[in-house]
């Protein structure tokens, strides 16, 4: 989006909504405080992963032994949660499965079937005070269980939710309404009670979202929840239950000019249309691979046919472009392309499977030389070295896990 749409779009969308149940009261949004996160890809540079995060990786095997144990087929959501960590699998198991932090195998929640208390397809889940509240169910509808798997309750809706937010300060749920299904406005809010309705952030006649999920259009980080969606530029804080503008994305000459990527998809079919999207599309903010604390905001971004990592310092203001690769100059270990999950407030990662893992690590063998490789296995390297010898003939992940700096 080029430097003029992205003004455009922080203008159109900088006054948002709020209305009680069958009310739509205007009430203005503003932030004299906003951060621009200028992306500059004259910029681009080598970096590490030292001057984003904490000098210590976390390595967890997620162990599993059950039939339907094809983790590393595709998980699209992992999150830590005290002493438990939650995976969601949509394809495989259609089910959460509940791991402790060490990785080993608990219990999953799962209830497939086309009866009361089941589902039979879910996008989302949130885990709030020991509860698990599932979303992007078909039937629609909101799902509540225990973190043993115990069905509790649930909510039929109209629409589709896509996913939830709650405010534990606040006492108030967000959620998403489906994309294509949402009409005058984008996010319902309810107290803790389903009272008190709130209906938020307009939809406008010719908004554009393409074909993306909005399972992470929010970010919860305890303190505050997030907002953004695809093919926009800014980035709201949910504060005293209004959106407000916080973040502002400026791609300058670099941004995709949003009208020409509209035309090409209509224009477009099969191998043209995913010529243009691998090979010609500029700069634009899709919120799957990001995160977002006190500290930093992070995104990965697609430039024609070559991907960047930026990272924004929100203290300093300042912007780091790194060409791709980020060196992992902490343990030496595995070298990551992008930052995948999120997994909690501070603490961020990927997942590769253990035989993956242990490949890196016979290649550092063979670079190292024999000498050097019992240095670093016995050194830097022991954390890396211990989860990839014990996940080596295992196809399930080891979960890669950087801590923000603060």
Known sequence: MKQTYTLSVLFMCYIFVSCSSGEKGNSAAGNDELEIIKVDLSEAREGKLSEFFEPEIEYIWLKDDSEEAQLNAGLHQISFSEDRIFTLDIFGCKCIKVFDRSGNYLNNIKAYGEGPGQYLDLDKFMVVMDEIIISGVHPPKLMWFDVEGNFIREAKQKIHISSVAY??????????????????????????????????VPRYPDQYFGNYSSRDYFINNQDHIYFSMTYHDTIYKVQEGEFMPQLVLDFGEYGQDLNEFRKKMDELEGLEMMDFINKKTKLQFVPNSWFLNENYFYSVFKYEEKSYN??????????SVIDWIIQDDIDKGYNPYSINYHFDQNK?????????????L?????????????????????????AAFAAKDSENPVLIVYTVKK
């Open 362 to 386: 016979q290649k550092k063998k063979a670079e190292l030389g024999q000498e050097g490789f019992e240095e670093f296995v016995n050194g830097k390297g022991k954390n890396f070295a211990e």
């Open 348 to 360: 961020v990662g990927n997942k590769v499977s253990g035989k993956s893992l242990y490949k890196e």
């Open 310 to 319: 930026v990272f924004f310092e929100r203290e300093t203001q300042q912007t």
């Open 167 to 200: 405010d534990e300060n606040a006492e108030r749920y967000y959620f998403l309404k489906s994309i294509h299904e949402a009409e005058d406005f984008m996010v319902m809010s309810l107290n803790s009670e389903f009272q008190d309705t709130l209906y938020m």
